[in-house]
């Protein structure tokens, strides 16, 4: 299959005056991704929540404190992080359609910082478990604000490597709440447990404060009319106050005249917009797409490593609070540094290749846990067996974040065409939500009642997932924002990237005469 799947691009994307090799040299642009880093900590507090419950469980004062919980008890501490998540996500697309993608973010991030307060003064299990539902609420809403708007504010050039660091946060808060349990879980009393989960809420802290700097979409602003402060937050942003930039030109127009037809065909009412996604045959693949994304970012074994670190190691002997939560930190700190690396993968390699290989890693990473398991259980002196399987647990965040890390924010933010980008996150977010709730309430009973049989469940099914994308997932790479409709809707899509050739190559000619003069 090639990368453009048989359809190109109209006309190509012209290059600006910027130099975007060494964009630190310029002002404006070093300045805009540098302020990408508060949209970029969306994700910190879900890493962070899934590291800080596997550090919790290895900590004693939290194990007395709430009775020892097992089974459907502890799957109810984790699940209600996504059951918070389903309540935010009929919200995403009116918050960020109605009031712009910076307005998600700043509601998500002050959720977040209630829940986060709530869950470190929590006083008995109900409060707890409020605590982590309204957490789970803020999350879901800065999760499926903060790669449109990294997709929309990004220079072309960087757009998919700033999209792909959308996620690596995941793995940055991971680290820092491992590191915390593993400090705390020393300290005599409560306070083992309060300080990481108050701790929770610092990262949207920090963006509630970065994020009246951060420039608004200039796709949202256009979508409001607000046509005058897009071409400026363009050119400051994209060429240094260059209003006649050909890259500029070619954004600006290329956005107005998407918009335009999308205005043209899209229907006007919340519901018609979400029906929409039935309507043709290039939203109902879409649809398809985001949900077996969002059914292979969580059903593919990664609750081992996100909840349910600790029952795994004590399956294989390893009991100490020392040993699991010096265990999760250092792996989290691999996974981390995979995830940067694995980012700057898309824009060279493509988005398809990186879904595929994951699956290839993920699967024999899992025949590693399995095979380590099984025969830990037949003979539990076999120090080897446990050896191997801590050895496949590490290796598995570099085998997800491979491809479904970064990469699928990626490609959730591209795919969809902006009037129903965000229906589409909120429908990603659902699914997503509707999978963790999941994997995170089931798996504790599955361990309880299979042990370590309970994980060959997911070898055939990741199995089926490779399938699925092999077949059905299209490759991104080398189009313009704009242009990926076509690889749906067919050429005729209705998008011809804006702007009259002429126009373009006059605006080419006024650059280049322009640098001459100076």
Not at 36 to 65: A, C, H, I, K
């Amino acid at each position: 299959m090639s990368a453009r799947n048989s359809i190109s691009a109209t006309i190509p994307i012209p290059e600006g005056t910027v130099d975007v090799k060494y964009w630190w040299r310029h002002r404006n642009l070093r300045t805009l991704n540098v302020l990408m880093v508060f949209p970029l900590l969306s994700l910190f507090t879900q890493g962070f929540d899934g590291s800080m419950m596997n550090g919790l469980q290895s900590v004693e004062s939290w194990r007395s404190y709430f009775g020892e919980p097992k089974g459907a008890t502890l799957g109810l501490f984790n699940a209600a992080y996504p059951i918070g998540g389903l309540i935010a996500t009929p919200f995403i697309s009116l918050i960020n359609d109605g009031f712009g993608r910076r307005a998600g973010l700043a509601i998500g991030a002050s959720i977040c910082c209630i829940g986060a307060a709530v869950q470190g003064g929590a006083q008995n299990l109900a409060m707890f478990v409020v605590a982590r539902g309204i957490l789970g609420c803020g999350a879901v809403l800065l999760g499926s604000s903060g790669a449109p708007l990294l997709t929309e504010i990004a220079h072309p050039a960087h757009r998919a490597t700033a999209t792909a660091l959308f996620n690596t946060t995941y793995a940055l808060g991971a680290i820092i709440a491992a590191w915390t349990t593993f400090g705390t879980f020393r300290i005599d009393g409560s306070a083992a447990w309060r300080i990481p989960s108050a701790l929770q809420g610092a990262p949207s802290v920090i963006q509630l404060l970065g994020l009246w700097f951060v420039p608004e979409s200039p796709r949202w602003l256009i979508y409001k009319d607000r046509g005058d402060e897009a071409l400026q937050t363009l050119a400051k942003y994209h060429a240094e106050g260059n209003v006649n930039d050909a890259l500029v030109q070619f954004e600006f127009h290329e956005i107005k005249e998407a918009l335009a037809y999308e205005r043209s065909t899209s229907p006007r009412s919340w519901i018609q917009g979400y029906l929409e996604f039935a309507r043709s045959a290039g939203n109902r693949k879409r649809l398809f797409i985001l949900m077996w994304s969002a059914c292979f970012a969580q059903m593919s074994g990664n609750a081992f490593i996100s909840y349910y670190l600790a029952p795994i190691l004590n399956l294989v002997g390893l009991t100490s609070s020392l040993e699991q939560t010096l265990i999760n930190a250092t792996q989290q700190m691999l996974s981390w540094v995979s995830a940067l690396y694995f980012a700057t993968l898309p824009q060279r390699l493509g988005r398809r290749v990186l879904f595929l290989g994951s699956g290839v890693a993920i699967f024999f990473c899992l025949i590693g846990i399995t095979t380590g398991s099984a025969v830990f259980a037949n003979n539990a002196s076999n120090k080897a067996a446990a050896g191997a399987v801590v050895a496949f647990l590490y290796l598995f965040s570099p085998a997800y974040n491979l491809g479904i890390n970064g990469n699928l924010g990626l490609y959730i933010a591209e795919i969809l065409p902006f009037h129903i980008r965000m229906r589409g996150q909120a429908c990603f977010q659902l699914f997503s939500t509707c999978f963790t709730l999941l994997s995170t309430y089931a798996f504790p009973i599955g361990l309880d009642n299979m042990g370590w049989k309970f994980y060959t469940i997911f070898i055939p099914w990741v199995v089926i997932e490779f399938t699925v994308v092999y077949f059905v997932y299209p490759e991104t790479k080398g189009f313009a924002l704009e242009e990926i409709a076509t690889l749906f809707d067919g050429e005729n899509f209705g998008v011809r990237t804006g702007v009259d050739e002429r126009e373009l190559d006059k605006n080419a000619m006024d650059v280049e005469h322009a640098e001459v003069k100076t």
